[in-house]
């Protein structure tokens, strides 16, 4: 994003899950802070008051496929019909927000997959932005412990920063640590947060 202000973005990946995404929206909320939420579509179907929660507490929301497909072991038809069927779960839950920010899981999708979801399509269909990131938490990593994960971030944040967490169990040990002494950090040094749109 634009590195001429001091204006970073935090993404979760994977959610919305009971307690994980629960607790990472308290933190958002007691700080002030408007993140953007890169959904799974099963998730939402499961869990449908979680999902509502990010949307009235006013965050954004993005599309992370339906069942959390790796693009590259995908064969394209499928690929795109996950997706779809993710926007199907996250606008039948949702009548204010469309969303066409998308994020392939694991960061892998195949040429053909990024061309067919960021094509301009018919009034009915979103054309996608896909949005991937420049610093990487690691919280998901069983072999990164919760300072490295914080480290992870503090020495990679700058200007424009697109930064992924994860609200997801695997995730919630290095989350519950790294994420609000980064945010701290972040404020000490005058960043400012906002939402992707």
């Known amino acids: 994003m634009d590195s ?12 919305p899950v009971p307690i994980v995404t629960p607790w990472v929206l308290d933190v958002l909320k007691q700080y002030n802070i408007k993140a953007t939420f890169f959904c799974v579509g099963e998730n939402v179907v499961k869990y449908p008051s979680i999902y509502q929660r990010i949307l009235d507490d006013d965050h954004s929301i993005g599309n992370h496929t339906y069942n959390h497909l790796n693009g ?3 064969h394209t038809k499928t690929y795109i019909e996950n997706v779809e069927l993710c926007s199907i779960a ?31 399509k018919p009034t009915n269909q979103p054309s996608y932005s896909i949005i991937m990131w420049d610093v990487l938490s690691g919280d998901y990593d069983k072999k990164t412990s919760p300072s490295t994960c914080l480290n992870n971030v503090i ?39 906002e939402k992707l749109s």
């Open 4 to 15: 001429k202000h001091k204006k970073i973005y935090l993404t979760f990946d994977d959610g």
């Open 72 to 74: 590259w072991n995908t």
């Open 90 to 120: 996250l606008n039948s839950e949702n009548k204010t927000q469309q969303t066409n920010l998308f994020r392939p899981p694991y960061g892998r999708a195949k040429k053909s997959q990024i061309s067919y979801l960021s094509a301009k």
């Open 155 to 193: 020495n990679n944040v700058r200007n424009g920063s697109i930064i992924v967490f994860h609200d997801s169990p695997k995730a919630q040990i290095n989350l519950e640590y790294a994420l609000p002494r980064f945010i701290e950090y972040a404020l000490a040094k005058g960043f400012e947060f």
